[in-house]
């Protein structure tokens, strides 16, 4: 099984400040025959279920506003949040599509200083 | 609009039995994978199983194997989460999620149900 494992735990960005979430697979979910890294974000919030904020590492859904953006490759991923807005408070969870068992990260809570 | 509403949670001892459903509108449900992903209280997300449009291949976590079998009703656009043999570490919020793709094993979710309550106790 793939072990995907984000970091930190949880971190705390002033209003308009930068947050950084980084996300490790146990192994490379970049399929080399179309260059494509198996790598989606979710955004949780309390009493929500997940929404789909990124997929294929680095591509944002429609309606997704451009401040989040996620990048990386093979086995090393980050979503970015340009400058946090009190909306998004919320805890974000990487997902591996490369192979099943479909598995996810452990979640970072994100809040407000 | 897509929407997904599932049901069938409830309060259930340990070794007995419980059936969820999802309900699908707002898209051509036969056309698209689906899964069964749950989260237990106060933590991450933990995929359950999946299944193809088609209902002809499924696919399931290791933790319910052999236990627990999806199906869909492509006539009724619902899909279907038979949990059997459950046990305290089943109880969580079951959520019904959608795919973007027809038969694909490796598949992110871009909708998701709001979930039902699946508690494990006696």
């Known amino acids: 099984d793939i072990v995907m494992t984000q970091s930190p735990d949880s971190l705390a960005v002033s209003l308009g400040e930068r947050a950084t979430i980084n996300c490790k697979s146990s192994?490379?979910?970049?399929?080399?025959?179309?260059?494509?890294?198996?790598l989606a974000w979710y955004q949780q919030k309390p009493g929500q279920p997940p929404k789909l904020l990124i997929s294929?590492?680095?591509t944002r859904e429609s309606g997704v506003p451009d401040r989040f953006s996620g990048s990386g490759s093979g086995t090393d991923f980050t979503l970015a949040i340009s400058s946090l807005q009190a909306e998004d408070v919320a805890v974000y969870y990487c997902?591996?599509?490369?192979?099943?068992?479909?598995?996810f990260g452990g979640g970072t809570r994100v809040e407000i200083k | 609009e897509v929407q997904l509403l599932e049901s069938g949670g409830n309060l259930v001892q340990p070794g007995g039995s419980l059936r969820l459903s999802c309900a699908a509108s707002?898209?051509?449900?036969?056309?698209?994978?689906m899964s069964w992903v749950r989260q237990a209280p106060g933590k991450g997300l933990e995929w359950v199983s999946a299944?193809?449009?088609?209902?002809?291949?499924?696919y399931y976590a290791d933790s319910v194997k052999g236990r627990f079998t999806i199906s869909r009703d492509n006539s009724k656009n619902t899909l279907y989460l038979q949990m059997n043999s459950l046990s305290a570490e089943d109880t969580a919020v079951y959520y019904c999620?959608?795919?973007?793709?027809?038969?694909?094993?490796?598949?992110?979710?871009?909708?998701w149900g709001q979930g039902s309550l699946v508690t494990v106790s006696s």
């Open positions: 999620a959608k795919s973007p793709y027809y038969d694909s094993s490796g598949t992110n979710f871009d909708y």
């Open positions: 707002g898209f051509t449900f036969s056309s698209y994978a």
């Open positions: 299944i193809f449009g088609n209902g002809a291949s499924t």
């Open positions: 192994q490379s979910v970049l399929y080399s025959s179309n260059n494509k890294n198996y």
């Open positions: 294929w590492a680095s």
């Open positions: 997902q591996q599509y490369y192979s099943p068992p479909l598995t």
